[in-house]
């Protein structure tokens, strides 16, 4: 295999979603800054929901009007188009227009549809464009991917997001029967370190990586040495070549046949080889759209009222390890690629009850279990980890599974991550941001029993 094509995939795959993590990581400093306050969030996951109308059309055209849609100039525009978006926030996104009399972010929540019809849309072209390529690289991709949350988060700790310092000030409290007596109160308060860098130089990162992305695009489809590397010839629209489009359907309707007359009890699947009936089919897309709903969006949504009351450093470590974790369970499917579906079951119940934990201190913030002990952070952090971790790895294992069923199976991948991530964000939104049942812990002030 090419180490340039693994480089190649990998860069490719951080475009996927590098705009929106970095947008979310870079918030703390953003806020302050901008008429919607910490309503920005709630607006931002309306937003992203909202974009889905580039994966569904992308999908339906594939199922309406096969091959009809060039998958390779839809990536090259949505690539192009998440540059040019990134490259516009470093300018105006603190840029506000009145509208019905109040201040309005316009410009920032024009841009960021834009970021998120990107990178939603990216899931369902970028991996059906990764068929072309042997299914080795596939898994590289996918490191990338992960390296798109965790490359934005390492720059804003560089950046110096977030870090709060706990201040001992004192308060004088007048008597108010006698003014020339007073008291002295101590309090503990949060301070803010100042960024080393300004949002603006982020956003530009930002633009940068896109630009990135979309130079290993381009090589992957016109570097002579990666050509070597195609699975079965080039591809055109998403699908191989008229000639082996031909021979590829012959030999596929011989597999299926003799799929079908080795086993005519079972109703099999007309995905790729029907190597998995419908139910096995249906099982693993289930597994799929959960394991995508807790780790973007569920477990994600209440990570700070989980985390805080076990302190800052608690909270910026399970955020920085779970997002090293993401690659770091890529890189392991890379080398233990075990396509169990009974595994695959059993590390998603073990992926979910942790995630349940989790669920249950955010639950029961800002006072959770073991809150004044050292061991709650530490059983936190690492339940973080390991929850992403062995999700991370069971949704690699799943695209594994589905590259080898085929070009279409990959674009119902795609779409099914985003029915995921649709139907938890619709959970999860009233929940937090509307009934506001989840009380957050301060990161100096927090006094529990």
Request: aromatic share 12%; glycine share 8%.
């Amino acid at each position: 295999m090419s180490f340039l094509t693994h480089l190649l995939a990998c860069l490719f795959g951080t475009g996927s979603w590098v705009s929106i993590n970095g947008l979310w990581v870079e918030l703390p400093l953003m806020v302050p800054q901008i008429p919607e306050g910490w309503y920005l969030p709630s607006y931002l996951s309306v937003l992203i929901q909202m974009a889905n109308v580039g994966p569904l059309f992308v999908t339906l055209m594939h199922h309406f009007r096969p091959g009809a849609l060039n998958e390779t100039v839809v990536i090259y525009a949505i690539v192009t188009l998440g540059t040019v978006a990134s490259f516009l926030l470093a300018f105006f996104w603190k840029e506000t227009v009145v509208v019905a009399g109040v201040p309005r972010s316009v410009a920032l929540l024009v841009l960021t549809f834009f970021l998120a019809i990107v990178d939603c849309t990216s899931s369902v072209t970028f991996l059906p464009f990764m068929m072309r390529l042997r299914p080795q690289y596939l898994t590289t991709y996918y490191i990338g991917e992960g390296v798109s949350g965790l490359l934005p988060a390492l720059v804003a700790l560089i950046q110096g997001v977030g870090v709060v310092h706990c201040i001992n000030g004192t308060q004088s409290l007048n008597n108010t029967l006698n003014t020339s007596n007073s008291t002295m109160s101590f309090d503990v308060h949060a301070q803010y370190q100042p960024a080393n860098f300004s949002v603006e130089v982020f956003f530009i990162f930002l633009s940068v990586m896109m630009l990135v992305c979309l130079v290993a695009f381009l090589l992957l489809n016109y570097h002579p040495s990666v050509a070597r590397e195609h699975s079965s010839g080039r591809y055109t629209n998403g699908e191989r070549d008229q000639s082996l489009q031909k021979h590829s359907k012959r030999a596929e309707q011989k597999l299926m046949l003799d799929s079908f007359r080795a086993e005519n009890q079972k109703c099999r699947s007309s995905f790729g080889s029907g190597a998995y009936s419908w139910v096995q089919v249906f099982y693993i897309f289930v597994i799929l759209g959960w394991t995508n709903a807790l780790t973007n969006v569920v477990l994600p949504s209440v990570q700070s009222y989980a985390c805080m009351p076990y302190g800052n450093k608690a909270y910026h470590l399970s955020a920085t390890m779970a997002a090293v974790s993401n690659p770091l369970a890529c890189f392991i499917a890379m080398f233990f690629p075990v396509r169990s579906l009974l595994l695959m079951g059993a590390l998603t119940v073990f992926g979910s009850g942790l995630g349940a934990y989790i669920m249950g201190m955010a639950v029961l913030s800002p006072c959770p279990l073991l809150v004044n002990d050292t061991s709650g952070a530490v059983i936190m952090v690492f339940s973080w980890i390991i929850f992403v971790l062995t999700l991370s790895y069971v949704k690699v294992i799943i695209g594994v599974i589905l590259r080898d069923e085929g070009h279409s199976a990959l674009v119902w991948c795609g779409a099914v991550v985003q029915l995921g991530s649709l139907l938890g964000a619709v959970t999860m939104f009233p929940v937090v941001s509307v009934f506001g049942l989840f009380l957050s812990g301060e990161p100096c002030n927090t006094i529990c029993p």
